[in-house]
């Protein structure tokens, strides 16, 4: 089964608004990944936070990690139409391997 | 660079056919990995590599072989294709864990395959 799973799975906005998208984890971790997809295309890397840290910010990009609670979010602020895509965590198993999995993701939609 | 590239872009398949994704990056990446996306689903690992000569298996292996025989490709076999084979196939490529860690994955644009 996938180490991530965000919610919501589908969200719709106006633009202006804040999104929030959240993303809950299984395992301990090393560290959290966000990635955009927009329709048709490959994943883009948008923030990497560490298991030591709390809160990073990127431009409109805020993410948070609470590893006691096993879970991330991503909240986007002043969204444009040009956020719509969809938005993925991917985490891996702390020490015990290489591998790097992704969550369902979350389609964002952001009314002009 | 040309980054992460992949051919083809589009492909489509009789069942029992078998063929090659073709994966290769031009960053000096050590890890490289393929993944599968469902439509409205998240990505799934296939198989994955370390180096040169070294791959691994992922979540959904099964059907699927790799071999890692320069740093640059890594190529991805369908044995003998079937439908529920049909999906969008993304490779991926990183340096090592730094401490233990994931590093940010550079992305391919995909493959298209379709198994009639």
């Known amino acids: 089964s996938q180490q991530g799973e965000e919610d919501p799975q589908a969200l719709s906005i106006q633009e202006g608004e804040n999104a929030t998208m959240n993303c809950s984890y299984k395992?301990?971790?090393?560290?959290l990944q966000w990635y955009r997809q927009n329709s048709g295309r490959g994943l883009v890397h948008l923030i990497l936070?560490?298991?030591?840290?709390r809160e990073k910010h990127s431009g409109r990009l805020r993410v948070t990690l609470d590893t006691s609670k096993k879970s991330s979010s991503l909240l986007i602020t002043a969204s444009r139409a040009a956020d719509t895509a969809s938005y993925f965590c991917?985490?891996?198993?702390?020490?015990?391997?290489?591998?790097?999995?992704f969550g369902g993701g979350t389609r964002l939609m952001v009314k002009p | 660079n040309a980054g992460v590239t992949q051919t083809p872009k589009f492909q489509v398949l009789k069942t029992g056919q078998s063929m090659t994704l073709q994966c290769a990056q031009d960053?000096?990446?050590?890890?490289m990995s393929w993944y599968r996306q469902d439509p409205g689903m998240g990505l799934r690992l296939i198989h994955y590599?370390?180096?040169?000569?070294?791959?691994d298996q992922g979540e959904v292996p099964n059907g699927y072989n790799v071999s890692r025989s320069t740093t640059e490709d890594f190529p991805l076999r369908l044995l003998s294709a079937a439908p529920s084979q049909t999906s969008v196939y993304f490779c991926?490529?990183?340096?090592?864990?730094?401490?233990?860690?994931?590093?940010?994955?550079?992305f391919g644009p995909g493959t298209r395959l379709t198994v009639l």
């Open positions: 991926a490529s990183s340096f090592l864990k730094t401490s233990g860690a994931h590093n940010e994955q550079f």
């Open positions: 936070i560490r298991s030591n840290e």
């Open positions: 991917a985490t891996d198993e702390g020490d015990a391997g290489n591998m790097l999995t």
């Open positions: 395992t301990s971790i090393n560290n």
């Open positions: 960053m000096n990446h050590e890890y």
């Open positions: 590599s370390v180096g040169a000569g070294i791959t």
